[in-house]
Each structure stands twice: as C-alpha cells, then as structure tokens.
C-alpha cells in the first residue's frame, strides 16, 4: 500500500507561481514513476506531468511545457511541481498519482489551485 500527501496548492493571481508537493509513504520502493494530473470542473482528468522514477526521463503536457517542472528529492520521497507563469485556464484540483511496478496506480487526495485573472 502507497499513502501520497499533497500540499501547495491555493490561490494566485495569472502570472504567479505556486509550488505542488507530494509526499509518498508505505511500499514506495517498487515506483515506476510519479506524477501530476489535474482535473478541471466539468472536464476529464488530465495527465499533466510526470517523471520516470529509475531514469528521471520526464513528460509534460502542451498546455504547461515551459511553465511547469517535474523535480523530485529522493531522501524525502517526494515530487514536486513548480507551476509559473500560471493561467486561469491553469484552475483545476491536482492529484498527485505514483504507478507502481506491480501495475498499480496511486491517487492522492487532491489539492487545488484557483488562478485568477
């Protein structure tokens, strides 16, 4: 069992910045990769970052290359993502996923992120 904890999300103004973190706890050594999803109302869950966690090879979305990284700090378990240059289109819930070897996915609890124009 994988536990992620989200945090940073909140409210900013377009342009701003915010910096997402997700903490994983439980059976983390058998990750394949972490990453980012957000969820607009009214719309699908997107993928909108994610990092390999053997090889640190990345992905990102269109809608956010150049305004969003992917980083990781292995001693804390965690993965970030810095969002700048934030739309309001940018707006959803950011869910936080780890999908193991063993071909499970994991789901944080969300966290949102208001941009204001």
């Not at 719309?43 to 090879?57: G, H």
């Not at 990284?69 to 819930?93: C, F, G, H, W």
Request: aromatic share 12%; charged share 20%.
């Amino acid at each position: 069992q994988v536990t992620l904890v989200e945090s940073g999300g909140g409210l900013v103004q377009a342009g701003g910045s915010l910096r997402l973190s997700c903490a994983a706890s439980g059976r983390t050594s058998s990750t394949y990769s972490k990453g980012w999803f957000r969820q607009a109302p009214g719309k699908e869950r997107e993928l909108v970052s994610a990092i390999n966690w053997s090889n640190d090879n990345t992905y990102y979305a269109d809608s956010v290359k150049g305004r969003f990284t992917i980083s990781r700090d292995n001693a804390r378990n965690t993965v970030y993502l810095q969002m700048n240059s934030l739309k309001p289109e940018d707006t959803a819930d950011y869910y936080c996923n780890l999908d193991a070897y063993y071909g499970r996915r994991y789901w944080g609890q969300g966290t949102q992120v208001t941009v204001s124009s």
